[in-house]
């Protein structure tokens, strides 16, 4: 961890965290694109909050997980463009991620589909980071 009063290895700090948490939600896009539940399970947090402006709070990680795989693989993929993402330090704890993602059905091009604001929140456990909170909100059709 950088000294408080080294300016610079803070910088340094903080952009290697966003560099990892970019990756990060790259495989996480990877995943849902590719049906691969038991990976992106893997990102969360075992005691994982999800909140959806649109249908609510949603503690169990399986049942999400599960409906991912039963309704959404195949059909849509996830698009989270790393330049429509800021990430912040979340000092003793881990960082914050917001931007906009869209789901997009699976073969059209341009994107046709829902585009929402998210933001998650990252711990790093066990020294890998995982998601304990997401946030979706401001849903809208895809222009």
């Known amino acids: ?9 803070d910088m340094a700090s903080a952009s290697a965290i966003r560099r990892e948490i970019i990756a990060l939600d790259a495989r996480i896009s990877d995943a849902y694109n590719h049906c691969r ?26 049942t ?3 409906t991912l795989r039963r309704t959404f693989c195949g059909k849509f993929r996830r698009e989270a463009p790393a330049s429509d993402q800021q990430i912040d330090v ?11 993602q869209s789901f997009c059905a699976i073969d059209a091009t341009p994107c ?9 929140i990252w711990r790093r456990l066990d020294g890998e980071w995982k998601i304990t909170r997401l946030v979706r909100y401001g849903y809208a059709a895809t222009p």
Request: no cysteine.
């Open 90 to 100: 979340l000092p003793d704890y881990g960082a914050i991620q917001t931007g906009t």
């Open 1 to 9: 961890m950088a000294r408080a009063d080294d300016p610079a290895a």
């Open 37 to 62: 539940i038991q990976p992106l399970k893997g990102m969360f947090a075992g005691n994982a909050e999800l909140y959806f402006a649109d249908r609510g709070v949603t503690r169990q990680l399986f």
């Open 64 to 66: 999400h997980t599960d």
């Open 112 to 120: 046709r589909g829902q585009r929402m604001h998210f933001m998650a």
